[in-house]
């Protein structure tokens, strides 16, 4: 299936071509986990979604993780919150632009090419290292549509 079937910003597939992250990235300043939580309820209850291990919020403030896991609700709070303007920095650096001044196709461009180089090793310190270890072989894919 094409990226544009499942009406996310971006998919990470591991090495036998499977999804592995599904993401979500989102221009909107002053999120909260509890934001993140409902934004996540909303996309599972209205998309058909494939099964994947981790799902991310990507905002240019905070990235939120949630690892899946059998019995895992739609409405659980992320398991993992890290600092998006630590992690996005150069990338709106070098679009010349503040978070909040991205317009949402820049952002979605931002938040996959971030994942992409995430997965070849770039600024995985502090990330779950289990997290870090199954994006090493992944590919990703960003929906530009």
Request: hydrophobic share 35%; aromatic share 16%; net charge negative.
């Given at each position: 299936m094409l990226i544009q079937d499942f009406g996310v910003d971006c998919i990470?597939?591991?090495?036998?071509?499977?999804?592995l992250v599904l993401a979500e990235a989102k221009n909107k300043l002053g999120t909260t986990p509890e934001w993140a939580a409902g934004l996540r309820r909303n996309i599972l209850s209205h998309r058909q979604l494939p099964v994947a291990r981790y799902f991310l919020v990507i905002t240019p403030e905070h990235i939120y993780l949630w690892v899946v896991q059998s019995g895992i609700g739609s409405n659980d709070l992320p398991h993992h919150v890290m600092d998006a303007r630590v992690a996005l920095r150069s990338y709106l650096k070098n679009l010349t632009l503040e978070p909040g001044y991205v317009g949402a196709e820049a952002f979605h461009m931002v938040a996959g090419?971030?994942?992409?180089?995430?997965?070849?090793?770039?600024?995985?310190?502090?990330?779950?290292?289990e997290f870090v270890a199954d994006l090493r072989t992944s590919r990703v894919e960003i929906n530009l549509t």
């Open positions: 990470a597939y591991n090495e036998a071509g499977m999804p090419a971030w994942l992409r180089d995430f997965s070849n090793g770039r600024g995985v310190d502090g990330w779950p290292p």
